[in-house]
């Protein structure tokens, strides 16, 4: 496994914090639902970083079709036998030229990563977190649960204090097939709720139909959503979340060509404190922003 640790651009004058550029092979790597596979490598330095939310760089190793890489969220931190962190997962959907290709990578093959990038999900204390995931959304949804309950610590940090007293999670998808990681997920959150576009599992509908009712109980309870997925869903989400005065963070999923804020092909449009928008870089601002502030297309 081949380093280089690298600083990504900054606007401001102040450097981000660092990345890694790591050629690695793949330790691991299976489909998990219809379409959606989880590729795992051991990055011991990714491991012991990456906080819930950040994501990653990927690209296969001598490949130049396509040359650039995808980003991919951090969906889950392994140790090794010592009990220290030691691997990373991602997850992907395959559609389009290079996730064909990534699937059709095995474990030993070559791929390229840099990361951990961007920001993360807040861990200020709430007593109801909601999660909404749609699509490959969920992929940072594991670990923001299992942080959130004081189930596992991330980064350098190895505080395992909870910062939610309930988790739920919200998972939208077309039909039951497209549902992944669902064991994980019971397991890391309080409660699940689903909702498929056929009705072949859970709710029929969409995600936001089994929203609202968690909005609806408790009203004297604090509640936090973060959200990830379509962004038509996450413009609805944040548009229930102001309706009901909660807080709504949301993890953009705009296309990326560098990760680190050198070629603005991730722009989007937020809203600045005078009312006025600007363009922001996903990859370095970014992904998470709160959904207030974007002005959605």
Request: a negative charge; aromatic letters at 8%; charged letters at 20%.
């Amino acid at each position: 496994m081949n380093s280089t640790t690298l600083a990504p651009a900054s606007t401001t004058g102040v450097c981000s914090p660092r990345f890694e550029f790591v050629s690695t092979q793949i330790c691991r790597h299976r489909v998990i639902a219809k379409d959606t596979w989880q590729l795992t490598v051991a990055i011991p330095a990714f491991a012991r970083r990456t906080l819930p939310g950040q994501f990653f760089m990927v690209r296969i190793a001598g490949a130049n079709d396509p040359l650039i890489g995808r980003a991919f969220a951090l969906y889950d931190v392994h140790d090794g036998a010592d009990g220290k962190p030691e691997a990373i997962s991602v997850v992907y959907i395959v559609k389009g030229k290079f996730t064909r290709a990534l699937s059709q990578c095995v474990a030993g093959d070559q791929v390229e990563i840099w990361g951990p990038l961007g920001n993360h999900f807040s861990t200020s204390p709430v007593e109801h977190l909601i999660l909404v995931a749609g699509g490959v959304g969920q992929t940072p949804m594991l670990t923001t649960a299992l942080a959130a309950l004081g189930k596992r610590a991330f980064g350098t940090d190895s505080c395992t204090e909870a910062y939610a007293k309930r988790v739920s999670l919200c998972y939208g998808a077309r039909n039951r097939e497209y549902l992944a990681g669902l064991p994980e997920f019971q397991s890391a959150c309080s409660d699940v709720h689903i909702a498929t576009e056929d009705g072949s599992i859970g709710v029929s509908g969409r995600v936001t139909d089994v929203l609202v009712p968690l909005l609806e109980e408790n009203p004297s309870s604090s509640k936090r959503i973060v959200c990830c997925g379509p962004e038509p869903m996450m413009r609805a989400v944040s548009q229930i979340a102001a309706r009901y005065s909660v807080p709504c963070e949301v993890s953009l999923e705009t296309p990326m060509a560098c990760g680190i804020g050198i070629c603005f092909t991730c722009v989007a449009k937020v809203r600045q404190e005078d009312g006025e928008w600007d363009y922001k870089r996903t990859c370095i601002d970014g992904p998470i922003f709160p959904g207030d502030t974007i002005v959605w297309e």
